[in-house]
């Protein structure tokens, strides 16, 4: 089968197999299964990868974090992703018939969908541009080790692949895509590389030295910025980075619960604080860096 099959990606968490479809989900050829969700996800995250009983986000967070998204106030991050990401893989497009994209902690799928209609859109545009009687394809793959998290991205996008995993032991096959988006999710390098096709892309996004620094300043005496370091990637070279700032002002106490139900920072409030910013609303800044690495070849 060729790689370009979407069901030659996902590879045993148990016995690191291939894993083919079956009519209830997929299997190895030393015969582990794994269930395909009514939502249409897979598990893939056995008992001995968990920390706890129900790692990663709750449902509660999840809803959160989807109705703060889906609300745009976070769209100028997602544009910035999707346009340095269709810039790096232009090229790509050019001379394969799919791009694979795998999203590292893709949460609910927000940034996940809308990166794949942007570079969908792009590659579709070009092929009418230059009369071509075949346009690129885009497949995206989304992770997280959160059930709930996973189970909200399958039910909504349905037309993407998502499992719960975990980032530390990625389910796939090696070089499988050609571009990997990791924003926040924790990882490790060698895994990244392993799962990276040669000259393949990964674009991370982490909190810049100002982000939310008007929330800290109301729960830390000395409030520490985060670090304008470039953190280095085993088995990828360092090509941009691009900061994205700007300030958000909520409007109701809804939209600011939202963003401190979406947060880890929001659990460090105590119930006096919190109810000082639900008052006062007030203006806090984003602050991200986004960072392009290159897969050596």
């Not at 009519?23 to 968990?50: I, M, T, W």
Request: hydrophobic share 35%; proline share 5%; charged share 20%.
């Amino acid at each position: 089968m060729p790689l370009t099959d979407p069901l030659t990606h996902y590879r045993c968490p148990l016995c690191q197999l291939m894993l083919q479809s079956s009519p209830s989900g997929y299997q190895c050829a030393n015969r582990h299964q794994f269930d395909r969700a009514k939502e249409g996800y897979v598990n893939l995250l056995p008992v001995q990868q968990k920390k706890s009983l129900d790692p990663g986000d709750s449902a509660d967070m999840i809803q959160a974090r989807r109705r703060f998204l889906e609300a745009g106030f976070y769209q100028p991050l997602s544009d910035a992703v999707n346009q340095l990401l269709a810039t790096a893989l232009a090229d790509t497009a050019t001379f394969r018939q799919t791009i694979t994209l795998l999203d590292i902690g893709c949460g609910e799928g927000y940034y996940s969908h809308r990166l794949q209609n942007f570079l969908h859109t792009g590659c579709t545009q070009e092929a009418e541009t230059n009369a071509s009687d075949t346009t690129t394809q885009v497949s995206l793959y989304g992770i997280d080790i959160s059930k709930a998290a996973i189970k909200a991205a399958a039910k909504h996008y349905k037309q993407h692949q998502f499992a719960v995993a975990s980032s530390y032991h990625l389910p796939f096959m090696a070089e499988s895509f050609d571009s990997l988006l990791r924003i926040y999710a924790p990882s490790q390098s060698d895994e990244l590389a392993r799962v990276c096709k040669a000259k393949g892309w990964l674009c991370t996004v982490t909190p810049a030295p100002q982000h939310l620094f008007e929330l800290k300043q109301r729960i830390y005496q000395d409030v520490r910025l985060h670090s304008a370091d470039i953190t280095g990637e085993a088995g990828f070279c360092h090509q941009q980075r691009q900061q994205l700032s700007w300030r958000w002002q909520p409007e109701t106490t809804t939209q600011l619960e939202q963003l401190l139900q979406m947060i880890p920072l929001g659990y460090r409030l105590t119930p006096e604080v919190r109810q000082l910013l639900l008052t006062d609303l007030p203006a806090i800044t984003l602050d991200f860096y986004l960072d392009l690495y290159q897969r050596q070849g």
